[in-house]
């Protein structure tokens, strides 16, 4: 199994563009988390969710954000207009229903100058 | 709300000490927790997955004991090694599928 797989690893915008991160999670996992880690805040939940559909998106920071999952392969995370503030690594997570772990992606690195 | 803490923050240690690191939360209706790894610059790696009815778990060198009535588990690491260097995160997870409420973590240096 080649894990959780995000992209692109890295990216540099400019502010007031639009950037999309994409995730593929664990075949058969069917619970999807997407993740914002900082220096000061640590890692904090986005949004996730259970069988395509978004459960919790209370972590999402404003109207900036949105995210998708169109099919259980597939995700993503984009904000548009991007704003300095949201430059953090991205990761994305996915797991199984029951006693499991949480398997989580490489991130993705986005700064916003 | 869940709150989870790691102490200590930062722990440098020489080769070959055995070592404990803490992790606490407030609510102690859990379903799982789980430990990471951390590396500069890279991912989460998962070390290991306690459930709610056990009392711990191990890995090669690495043991995490659970004790939900008190808010607590420990992860120990046996004859650390400079590889052992990251940083190690502690999350619980309150019932099945829900988020994982992350600790701010330990970072640990272990020196040759």
């Known amino acids: 199994d080649a894990g959780v797989i995000q992209s692109p690893r890295h990216e540099v915008t400019e502010m007031g563009q639009e950037v999309t991160l994409r995730c593929k999670p664990i075949?058969?996992?069917?619970?999807l988390f997407w993740y914002r880690q900082t220096m000061m805040r640590g890692l904090e939940l986005l949004i996730y969710?259970?069988?395509?559909?978004?459960?919790?998106d209370s972590g999402m920071p404003e109207d900036r954000f949105s995210a998708k999952m169109p099919n259980a392969s597939f995700s993503t995370l984009k904000i548009q207009p991007s704003e300095p503030r949201d430059s953090a690594v991205y990761f994305c997570?996915?797991?199984?229903?029951?006693?499991?772990?949480?398997?989580f992606g490489s991130g993705t690195r986005l700064t916003v100058v | 709300k869940q709150e989870v803490t790691q102490i200590p923050a930062a722990l440098s240690v020489p080769e070959g000490e055995n070592l404990v690191l803490n992790c606490s939360f407030t609510?102690?209706?859990?379903?799982?927790l789980q430990w990471f790894r951390q590396d500069p610059g890279k991912g989460l790696t998962s070390l290991l997955l306690?459930?709610?009815?056990?009392r711990e778990q191990t890995s090669g060198r690495l043991n995490a004991s659970l004790d939900k009535s008190s808010g607590r588990s420990t992860l120990y690491i046996a004859a650390s090694q400079p590889g052992d260097s990251a940083t190690y995160l502690c999350?619980?997870?309150?019932?099945?599928?829900?988020?994982?409420?992350f600790g701010e973590g330990t970072q640990l240096t272990v020196n040759p």
């Open positions: 075949s058969g996992h069917d619970y």
């Open positions: 969710f259970n069988n395509n559909v978004p459960i919790d």
């Open positions: 999350a619980v997870i309150e019932t099945s599928g829900s988020r994982l409420t």
């Open positions: 997570a996915s797991s199984l229903a029951g006693p499991y772990g949480y398997t």
């Open positions: 609510d102690s209706a859990i379903y799982n």
């Open positions: 306690i459930q709610s009815s056990q």
